[in-house]
């Protein structure tokens, strides 16, 4: 149940299974925790952590930890997220991620950065998912010199100009901060482009006020036979009404209403 999303279902077996005398294991609680997380039932997840802890099955299993945090991540809890971190004798790339990944998404830059500091202090070198989580950090926080390093370790490993996902989020996070030649310029080292990187430019030119640039990059996207999707619409949509490009906004609405 707990594997196809069927989180509550998941736990009314739990609840069966614990009237009917059946003791639960590491299994048991591990996929009990992802119901957790899949319903965003907290109280019951401390409930299960507490009998984790009364077991002394937390010191003991990583992957049953690495649960206990991805439980309370899901449920917006990351206070209790990083006391349960904090107890871990073993950590990793993966977990340390996990941790900056969700303090970005929840709008906590500051802390997210603090947790790559930490991490690499501690010797845990990033892969990609960290490097993209931390440049939302950057970009939600305006933090443009911890982003100027973190740009440096990518280009020194080589990573972003075959990456795409990494070079949209570099584009997004400086088009974010007003750094649009910068972001222009990391776009054009792009060996790929997608709808989303040149989406990243393009809302960058809006928010700050270039929608003619906006505009230009939408024509030679389309040009390139890149279909543009839902977030390119309203963003150009948006561009033509700042600047009073009526017959643009006309076009674009029939390319709308042809894609429906």
Request: with cysteine; charged share 20%.
């Amino acid at each position: 149940y707990a594997k196809h999303g069927h989180g509550e279902k998941a736990l009314y077996c739990f609840e069966n299974m614990q009237s009917h005398d059946v003791s639960p294991d590491v299994v048991t609680y591990f996929w009990c925790l992802k119901a957790c997380g899949l319903t965003g039932a907290i109280n019951k997840g401390v409930e299960i952590h507490l009998a984790i802890e009364r077991q002394a099955l937390f010191k003991k299993d990583i992957i049953l930890n690495n649960a206990l945090i991805e439980m309370y991540i899901k449920c917006g809890s990351l206070n209790l997220a990083q006391q349960v971190f904090d107890k871990l004798s073993v950590r990793n790339t993966v977990l340390w991620t996990a941790l900056i990944a969700a303090y970005a998404d929840y709008g906590d830059g500051h802390d997210a950065l603090k947790c790559l500091d930490k991490m690499q202090l501690e010797g845990f070198s990033p892969n990609y998912v960290t490097f993209i989580c931390s440049l939302k950090a950057c970009g939600n926080v305006g933090a443009i010199e911890k982003a100027g390093e973190i740009h440096a370790e990518i280009a020194h490993v080589r990573l972003f100009t075959g990456n795409v996902i990494l070079g949209t989020a570099l584009v997004d996070m400086y088009a974010k901060c007003g750094q649009l030649m910068d972001a222009r310029q990391v776009f054009d080292e792009l060996l790929e482009k997608d709808v989303v990187s040149w989406t990243a430019l393009m809302t960058g030119y809006v928010q700050h006020g270039l929608s003619k640039e906006a505009l230009k990059c939408f024509e030679q996207m389309q040009q390139r036979g890149i279909s543009p999707n839902a977030m390119t619409f309203a963003c150009i949509l948006q561009a033509c009404g700042n600047i009073g490009a009526n017959e643009k906004g006309e076009e674009i609405h029939l390319e709308i209403l042809k894609e429906n």
